[in-house]
């Protein structure tokens, strides 16, 4: 009792002034920066000019903070990172190859978002998500034309959130920045013009479970608080190289960050979530989160286990290995029988979990890069494929019943051809990006002793292949439906942003080398 | 030209470069797309003439070279040189092809068949800029893959070619060709995917041994062989035995070795006749080719100890695919099993671990190349006249199409290796060779040669010999085009059946240092003839 | 004559004597340079005919003669040269280029001339030139006399190439092409089912036994590393007995398919669907004989091989026998006279089998064959050319009025066959049931009572052939049973001169061959360098065989004359005992094919086609409804309830907890 | 008194509120578990901060009620959408989408 009593007197005068690097921290701050700034335009800006401001600034800050980014790399480069904001962020290599990254893929997913000319009514977002479906105000709204422009500002939370996850060199930043990334998206799942049923449903899963998952993450961190008395990941490191008593709290802390961390890449067990939101959230967020938060979820997993635990590789290995293989076998065997498009693209995204966690079991430095280059790959690719999914309509909207695909390649080879590239990268097809990364992660995890894990990835690499080629017979060597869909023209902007996807795709699948260089310089972690 | 110019790389590139042509010429011109593509199969062959000038037979293994880091990290190097096997390989695709071109003129022109087998839209046919740009990239990447000296370059474009493939038999076959198309993908993916384990593992064994400097490990084949050589790189037997039979898996599936053949069969009946022969005689031998240079060179201790499994297979396969050859109905059937029978002649040859064998057996890859695309090239005449592949539906054709007959049984006496025409010498050889080592399973190879009798002339007999059948009357005989795809197939076929001495100059010091890598010599004679001074032969050699 | 060389000896090694019997020989030079000539001519004939296509319709057929007479011109050439030269020079090596050479895999495409391959080349090109002479009439009415002609050509050159190479591949290829050349030949009435299947039998069987050439070529390839015939054949070839047996037996089942000898004999009879003149030249003079060169090319090999020579002996006297049994029973000339080709083939096996004592014969016999079988062949031929393509032997009757050149030649003929004294056959085949008897010992014995039985049986069957067709009662003047409508009288009339002219000239030498021959004992002098020559060991005398020989024949003359002359030969033929009914069946011969190897193949092939799809496919297939099952059953995990999800989540936690806490303590 | 006591407590509401959330069917009531589970978490880091004589679990306890609050303004607000459109807040009820 005392003790308590004397620490608070202590604190009084010892505890100084934290310094923050704002220079630093300048990617995420100006991202947070803007979202406020969009939170001010949606106050003050007059309805009509809402739209282009919002993307002003959305696409004029996240420009600058990637610009920001390339200006901190040279001082990481000679000093191989630091740690910044009094230790809870750190800004290295890792961090700044993600937060290129995702700013990279936060401006393709707005691009996305801002799409106006392939809905009737506007964009794809509910026009007043607080009305009810098929309520009088409902119609009211779309009669008056509103249009939704929240989801900028919410984005750029999300962005924010995900720029500081796998930068956060402590639990409790990493606990935070997994909140203000999530709160965000469970809204953004809920936006649906079209099935707002459906896009209701899926915010409600996904906040619930995503509260859910976030409450273990934290009782995991607050075990390893106990276990170390920090929750620095340095300091986590230090703890566990020298005690040896009370390891239950170490162990069974890790695990439940592990859980928390594994439900964002959408790992098995902790997956049940991602096939129901992909489906239900509008397409150019499904796009965002399954890109954007897979890269974060991964950055995050890295650090913490390439920082906190690496003198832990012998406890996490085998369950993290038995976590990697179930998440390939059931992400590659369900998705055999779907016949969603975006359903199956979230079943895909969980076979790639488990080959991405192959690579970053691997726990040394290709390892590292290799994860992080995977990331690259897979964020465009996917992206650039729900880009395609807005493209496909009918009368209902999106057409993603797999069926209604029929014939696509006949009546428009060019978004069919696209597709069939991005799926062609999914599969791991050399000269395509998928393959790139494939390669990269399993000559790391081979390289790791992590033999067995490449089998089964090579297997279920073959078992996804079956899907994926299912889609493209379908949409090549089937009659076109006298019913089928219509492939809508786009604006520049999606057009822009599949345009990415497929560039990437591609020079990453012949020319990875610029790229693999620069994950691999990327890949030191600074403890 | 400088002693430097980059002739493979720009073999690979100018049907690359092709293939982009094609597509970019406008979309209703229709016969500047085909004239395109032929112009640039024909600079192809050019080309491949001159490498084939430039290369010596008695020099250096690997000629031409060329080593350009292309991705460091994997310690992936643009490598590309050939040597007597490659370069023979590389000139029966860069030959075969404008003879393809040519034969599939109008094979994308017509409507598609629908699932049902009606036909489907006229008014929508397919895109022949697509199909000729995609036999042009198939092209590209079988160029490179002959040529490639390091592994993942070769597994790159050996598993890239699939995605074409797949297109071209999908897209422009029979009523079947989506079930077909599937097939030939998903086996041959399967079969890539364990290969692409295997090379992964080799890696890292690489890496073991420092064979990349610097801790890394390397993809330079002849860098890896020299190491296995010298035992610089001492993998251990179990996971050499891995490693053999995952590439080995993956070229026994595309080759195809009995039992991973049942793709073929589908694949070769619903494609085209031109597609058809592209996977039989180019897409597949370069499952046969990198046994050869991959397998052996490689893991020569594996392959030693499962040389009798392979050779048993193979034999399984000559007489499996030729008794099946014999029960078809199908016209295009029957031929892809005869192919899997020659493909069991062609893995035996490799497998005996001979001269005779592997010379054998890489000429054997040529002589299969232009007969069965005389084959099935003139079946497929005369199907698409007929409008059907049933043979039954046929009979008596040579009595109105005596030059479709007469060419029909030239390719067919080929396919049953008739001496005097070039499958012969490679099958005596394959022959002999196996049965220099294994005399049981030379002795059943051969009974293949009855068999093949059996289902060639049943298969003649059938379609062209008896009295004119209903429907079989309105045949036309071949037209000029038709005859100029089939005549320089039918004089290779005999150029070579008489005089194969080129070929194999250029191919046996390749198989010699194959041999020497594996530790292998052939059996040597068990009484060789005593040479008495007195009796000098005179005549025995030269 | 008296020469005496070294024969067989018996025991496990051959013992190589220096400068030993063997096969030497000397680079072609001079006239011998040509010698490639008598190949390519036929060759060029077949190359320009069959690519020149209809333009060459016109004058095709000249130019087949032309070219098959000019090689003929070439071969005499090459044998006055060969005359001329000394014992020691007459063999002759012609390098071409080299074919194919693999290691010590050296294979030349090279010529090799000696007496044994000039009497071939005599032989064919002669035969060959008359029958293309014949074949310009016989062949007229034919649309497709230009392919006809080309195939001739191509025969020649086959033919000529097989008796020519200088070493067993090179021989191989020669072997299959005629091959090749008979299929194309029987099977050139391709619109006749019939032929069209009669020629892929004969192809099949003959592949079979291209399977013992082959793997003869294999052994002797793996024991001396060489196949060339000089180095093989020099008699330096040393290796166990059972490696010499082994080959021997291959080499054996080689000439068993062509030469239609037991047990793949069975292809012959059905070969007489193709036109006449070939079955003349291809399947009664050369090609046939064909197992006959190879064994007696062989002699080096076989004289090495007591019990593979024995097995020849049993070969050829089973087919002796069978064929006479078959052609006592035929009513189509043509198939009668195939039986009867196969038993004369069997007498050459059965000799060429004696080893030295017999070799010389079994040629001796081959070429006397050659005049008389193609010369009655060729009257077959005019017969059937004068009745309507009829080859029912019921069916004839007293044509010797209508045609009587015809009726003379093969008179001739037929007494040339039958060993009629003086006649050629009587001196080939004499010699042969000598030879058999010279054998010494109880096979000796066998063999010569075989012989002499089959003599008799040839008299028998061929004076059945001869009293059917050219006496008798004209019943052909009569419809027959059953006969269509429109049937009409046939009009037997005499060929045309280019017909009868070949016939006349074979009908010379089927009179005088065999006296020349037998003069000083030329034949037996010409050949002894090659093959080699004893006498054996006679336990009759000469004089002693040929009465018992004359005896036979005028039996079976006899026996056919009471039948067949005396009485009326029925229209139908009766029911007869079941020794005929199986003789007309082949002694059942198709059956035994169909049931041994036809439907047991039949059978497996069907077995295999389901099991391709069911067995390999279905596994695939089954594996991957396995998974796609799986994946319809483990989808079902996904119930869309949120509850459920949390709870996959808290189990997996516990698992995550559970497997971390297991790591550490295991 | 023994602080691991408290962790006991802290892990047992941290059960309470996990078997809330699998077992409740109303969102507000699952809802509510969640933070249950967070305030059981809280109370462990507040005992462990006592334990190594540190501020951090304290502070961290704060932050987590104001993430904890942040998280109840997005959470009610989905549920109310979702109301408003089902009339119901049950869980099982919003399962449209599965397999």
Redesign the interface.
């Given at each position: 009792m005392s003790s308590g009593l004397q620490l608070a007197a202590d604190a009084a005068d010892k505890v100084p002034a934290p310094s923050i690097e704002y220079g630093k921290l300048s990617p995420m701050l100006i991202v947070f920066g803007i979202a406020v700034a969009g939170v001010l335009v949606e106050a003050f800006v007059p309805r009509k000019a809402r739209y282009v401001t919002h993307l002003v600034v959305a696409l004029g800050g996240m420009a600058a903070a990637f610009g920001a980014v390339l200006a901190l790399i040279p001082g990481v480069k000679d000093s191989g990172g630091e740690i910044a904001a009094v230790g809870a962020v750190a800004v290295d290599g890792p961090t700044l190859f993600l937060q290129g990254t995702l700013l990279l893929l936060g401006i393709v997913s707005v691009l996305l978002m801002a799409e106006r000319k392939l809905e009737p009514g506007g964009d794809a977002f509910a026009p007043q998500a607080a009305a009810a479906p098929g309520s009088a105000q409902e119609k009211e709204a779309a009669a008056a034309g509103l249009r939704q422009t929240e989801v900028y500002p919410l984005a750029m939370f999300a962005l924010g959130g995900m720029l500081l996850f796998p930068a956060a060199n402590d639990l409790l930043t990493l606990f935070v920045a997994l909140e203000v990334m999530s709160l965000p998206l469970y809204l953004l799942c809920g936006l649906a013009r079209r099935r707002r049923l459906l896009s209701q449903e899926a915010a409600l899963k996904y906040f619930l479970l995503g509260a859910f998952s976030s409450a273990f993450f934290l009782f995991g961190v607050a075990l390893l608080y106990g276990y170390s008395g920090s929750v620095r990941l340095d300091r986590i490191a230090v703890a566990t190289g020298g005690a040896m008593d009370n390891d239950a709290l170490l162990l069974i802390g890790l695990a439940m960050v592990a859980v928390g961390l594994l439900f964002k890449v959408g790992a098995v067990p902790f997956h049940s979530w991602t096939p129901d939101v992909y489906q239900g959230a509008p397409t150019p967020i499904t796009g965002f989160m399954a890109s954007a938060t897979k890269v974060a979820a991964f950055g995050a997993l890295l650090r913490f286990f390439y920082v906190a635990l690496p003198g832990m590789k012998w406890d996490w290995r085998p369950m993290m290995t038995g976590v990697a293989i179930v998440t390939m076998v059931v992400g590659a065997v369900i998705a055999i029988t779907q016949t969603d498009v975006k359903r199956m693209l979230a079943y895909s995204s969980i076979a790639h979990a488990g080959f991405i966690l192959t690579g970053m079991i691997a726990a040394n430095e290709a390892g590292a890069s290799s994860t992080l280059f995977y990331l690259v790959a897979y964020g465009f690719v996917t992206l650039g494929a729900f880009a395609v999914v807005t493209l496909v309509r009918d009368a209902g909207g999106e057409a993603t019943h797999l069926s209604r695909w029929a014939g696509l390649g006949r009546r428009s080879p060019l978004v069919a051809g696209v597709f069939a590239v991005f799926l062609l990268a999914f599969a791991g097809i050399p000269l395509t990006s998928g393959f790139s990364g494939k390669f990269a992660v399993f000559q790391a995890a081979a390289d790791g002793g992590a033999g067995s894990l490449v089998i089964v990835g090579v297997l279920c690499s073959a078992i996804a292949a079956f899907f994926y080629v299912r889609v493209i017979v379908l949409m090549f060597f089937s009659e076109p439906r006298a019913d089928g869909p219509t492939v809508v023209v786009p604006s520049v902007m999606t057009t822009a942003a599949i345009a990415l996807g497929v560039t990437v795709t591609v020079v990453l699948g012949i020319v990875p080398q610029p790229v693999l260089d620069l994950a691999d310089k990327a890949a030191l972690f600074v403890h | 030209m400088s002693g430097n110019f980059p002739w493979l790389t720009v073999l690979a590139a100018v049907p690359f470069a092709g293939a982009l042509l094609v597509a970019a010429v406008p979309a209703g011109k229709r016969a500047l797309a085909k004239n395109v593509a032929l112009l640039v199969t024909l600079v192809e062959l050019a080309l491949a003439i001159a490498v084939t000038v430039k290369f010596s037979p008695n020099g250096d293994r690997f000629q031409l070279t060329e080593n350009h880091?292309?991705?460091?990290?994997?310690g992936v190097h643009w490598a590309l040189g050939v040597d007597g096997i490659g370069v023979v390989l590389i000139l029966l695709t860069a030959v075969l092809m404008p003879v393809l071109v040519l034969a599939s003129w109008n094979d994308a022109d017509a409507p598609q068949v629908?699932?049902d087998g009606t036909v489907?839209d006229t008014a929508?046919p397919r895109?022949t800029h697509?199909f000729f740009a995609l036999m042009l990239a198939v092209e590209a990447m079988v160029v490179v893959s002959f040529a490639a000296t390091d592994i993942f370059v070769f597994?790159?474009?050996f598993?890239?070619m699939?995605?074409p493939m797949?297109?071209l038999i999908?897209?422009f076959g029979g009523a079947q060709?989506?079930y077909a198309?599937?097939k030939f993908?998903?086996?041959n993916?399967?079969g890539g995917?364990?290969m692409?384990?295997a090379v992964?593992?080799l890696?890292?064994a690489t890496?073991d041994a420092d064979l990349g400097g610097a801790g890394q490990g390397t993809f330079d084949l002849m860098r890896i062989t020299q190491a296995v050589g010298t035992g610089e790189l001492n993998l251990n037997p179990t996971a050499e035995k891995a490693m053999f039979l995952g590439f080995m898996f993956a070229f026994a599936v595309k080759a195809p070795l009995w039992?991973f053949?049942?793709w073929l069969?589908d694949t070769m009946t619903e494609a085209t006749p031109g597609i058809a022969v592209l996977v039989t005689a180019m897409v597949d031998k370069v499952g046969t080719f990198a046994m050869l240079r991959y397998c052996l060179a490689l893991f020569p201790n594996a392959s030693k100890t499962f040389a009798p499994l392979v050779v048993t297979l193979a034999i399984i396969g000559i007489i499996?695919g030729a008794?099946?050859a014999?029960?078809?109905t199908d016209i295009k059937r029957l031929i892809a099993y005869t192919s899997i029978s020659h493909f069991g002649f062609i893995i035996v040859g490799i497998f005996a671990l001979?001269?005779?064998g592997q010379?054998?057996a890489t000429l054997y890859m040529v002589n299969h190349g232009f007969s069965t695309a005389a084959l099935l090239l003139v079946a497929g005449f005369l199907i698409s006249r007929r409008g059907s592949k049933t043979i039954a539906d046929f009979g008596?054709v040579?009595?109105v199409a005596p030059?479709l007959a007469?060419t029909f049984l030239v390719a067919g006496?080929a396919t049953l290796s008739?001496?005097?025409l070039a499958p012969?010498?490679s099958e005596?050889?394959v022959?002999?060779g196996t049965?220099?080592r294994y005399?049981a399973a030379?002795?059943v190879a051969?009974?293949g040669?009855?068999l093949a009798?059996?289902y060639v002339?049943?298969l003649y007999?059938r379609t062209?010999?008896?009295?004119?059948k209903a429907g079989v009357e309105k045949i036309r005989d071949l037209n000029v085009r038709e005859l100029v795809v089939v005549a320089p197939l039918i004089a290779l076929l005999l150029v070579l059946g008489?005089?194969?001495?080129p070929v194999?100059?250029v191919v046996?010091p390749a198989?010699?240092d194959t041999l020497s890598q594996v530790e292998k010599t052939?059996?040597?004679?068990?009484?060789?003839?005593?040479?008495?001074a007195?009796?000098t032969?005179?005549?025995?050699?030269? | 004559m008296t020469q005496t060389l070294v024969s067989a000896a018996s025991g496990a090694l051959l013992a190589t004597g220096e400068g030993g019997p063997g096969l030497h020989s000397v680079p072609a030079t001079g006239v011998f340079d040509a010698t490639w000539l008598v190949i390519a001519l036929p060759l060029l004939g077949a190359a320009v005919l069959l690519l020149g296509g209809r333009r060459t319709n016109r004058f095709g057929h000249w130019l087949g003669t032309l070219l098959a007479v000019g090689s003929f011109f070439v071969g005499l050439a090459l044998f006055s040269a060969m005359l001329d030269a000394s014992d020691a020079d007459r063999s002759v090596n012609q390098h071409l280029w080299d074919w194919v050479s693999v290691g010590s895999f050296q294979a030349e495409v090279g010529l090799h001339l000696d007496q044994l391959s000039m009497v071939f080349v005599l032989l064919i090109t002669g035969v060959g030139s008359l029958i293309h002479i014949y074949s310009i009439g016989y062949m007229e009415h034919d649309e497709n006399r230009r392919r006809f002609f080309a195939y001739l050509n191509l025969f020649l050159a086959s033919m000529l190439l097989l008796v020519l190479a200088n070493n067993y591949l090179l021989l191989y290829v020669g072997w299959e092409g005629v091959g090749l050349a008979s299929y194309l030949l029987i099977g050139f009435w391709q619109h006749k089912p019939s032929a069209a299947t009669a020629a892929k039998k004969a192809f099949l069987m003959n592949r079979v036994g291209d399977l013992g050439l082959a793997v003869a070529i294999f052994l002797m390839f793996t024991t001396f590393g060489t196949f060339s015939f000089d180095q093989v054949l020099s008699g330096n070839a040393q290796a166990s007995g059972g490696t010499f047996t082994g080959i021997d037996l291959m080499l054996l089942l080689a000439a068993c398919g062509k030469s239609a000898q037991f047990p793949l004999q069975a292809w012959l009879g059905d070969a007489m669907e193709g036109p006449t003149p070939v079955s003349a030249l291809i399947h009664a003079a050369t090609m046939v004989t064909a197992g006959v060169y190879l064994i007696t090319r062989s002699a080096e090999l076989f004289n090495a091989s007591p019990d593979a020579q024995l097995v020849v002996t049993i070969v050829g006297a089973i087919t002796v026998l069978f064929g006479a049994i078959v052609g006592c029973a035929k009513d189509d000339i043509k198939k009668a006279l195939a039986a009867s080709t196969m038993s004369q083939i069997g007498y050459m096996i059965l000799a060429a089998g004696l080893g030295p004592i017999g070799y010389a014969f079994a040629i001796m016999h081959l070429v006397t064959h050659g005049f008389f079988k193609a010369g009655l062949f060729l009257g077959a031929g005019s017969v059937m050319h004068g009745m309507n393509d009829e080859v029912d032997m019921r069916r004839y009757g007293g044509l010797r009025k209508y045609m009587p050149i015809t009726f003379v030649t093969f008179g001739l003929g037929y007494l040339a066959i039958i060993g009629f004294p003086l006649l050629s056959g009587y001196f080939s085949k004499d010699k042969i049931i000598e030879a058999a008897f010279a054998k010494g010992g109880t096979s000796g014995y066998v063999l010569g009572s075989v012989t002499l039985v089959a003599a008799g049986l040839t008299a028998y069957y061929m004076t059945r052939v001869m009293l059917m067709t050219f006496f008798g009662r004209e019943r052909w003047k009569e419809a027959p049973v059953g006969a269509p409508a429109d049937w009409h009288e046939p009009h037997p009339h005499e060929s045309p001169k280019s017909m009868t002219l070949p016939m006349i000239v074979l009908a010379f030498g089927s009179v005088f061959a065999g006296g020349l021959f037998v003069l000083h004992d030329s034949f037996v002098n010409w050949l002894t360098p090659v093959t080699g020559f004893s006498e054996g060991d006679s336990p009759f005398s000469e004089y002693a065989v040929t009465g018992m020989a004359v005896a036979m024949v005028a039996l079976g003359a006899l026996v056919a004359y009471v039948q067949y002359a005396r009485r009326e030969v029925p229209a139908v033929a009766p029911q007869g005992s079941f020794i005929t009914v199986a003789a007309r069946k082949d002694l059942y011969q198709d059956a035994v094919n169909e049931g041994l190897v036809m439907r047991p193949g039949q059978y497996l092939t069907r077995m295999l086609v389901w099991l391709d799809l069911r067995g390999i496919d279905g596994f695939v297939g089954g594996l991957a409804a396995f998974i796609g099952g799986t994946s319809s059953r483990v989808r079902k995990v996904q119930t869309g309830f949120a509850r459920s999800y949390a709870l996959s989540m808290f189990g997996g936690t516990a698992l995550v907890v559970a497997a971390t806490l297991m790591a550490r303590m295991a | 008194m023994n602080p691991a006591n408290y962790l006991y407590l802290a892990a047992l509401l941290f059960t309470v509120g996990a078997a809330g959330v699998l077992l409740r069917r109303n969102a507000i009531v699952v809802f509510m578990c969640v933070e249950l589970m967070l305030n059981a978490t809280n109370l462990a880091f507040v005992t462990f901060a006592r334990m190594h004589g540190n501020y951090d679990g304290q502070v961290i306890a704060f932050f987590t009620m104001v993430v904890a609050a942040a998280e109840v303004v997005v959470g009610l607000s989905i549920i109310i959408a979702i109301f408003r459109s089902r009339r119901t807040a049950s869980v099982d009820d919003a399962n449209l989408m599965k397999w």
């Open positions: - | 880091t292309w991705i460091k990290q994997f629908r699932m489907g929508a895109s697509a597994y790159v474009f598993e890239a699939l995605i797949y297109f999908g897209g060709r989506s198309a599937v993908l998903l086996y993916l399967l995917l364990v692409l384990a992964v593992a890696y890292v890496a039992p053949h049942t069969p499996y008794l099946l014999v029960g078809q001979t001269s005779q010379s054998g008596g040579q009595k030059l007469g006496l008739l001496p005097g012969f010498v005596f050889l022959l002999v049965f220099s005399q030379g002795i051969t009974f040669i009855i009798a059996l002339l049943v007999q062209m010999t008896g009295p004119v008489v005089y194969p001495k194999l100059d046996n198989v010699d052939d059996p040597a004679p068990s009484h060789p003839i005593e040479q008495v007195a009796v032969p005179l005549g025995g050699n030269k | - | -």
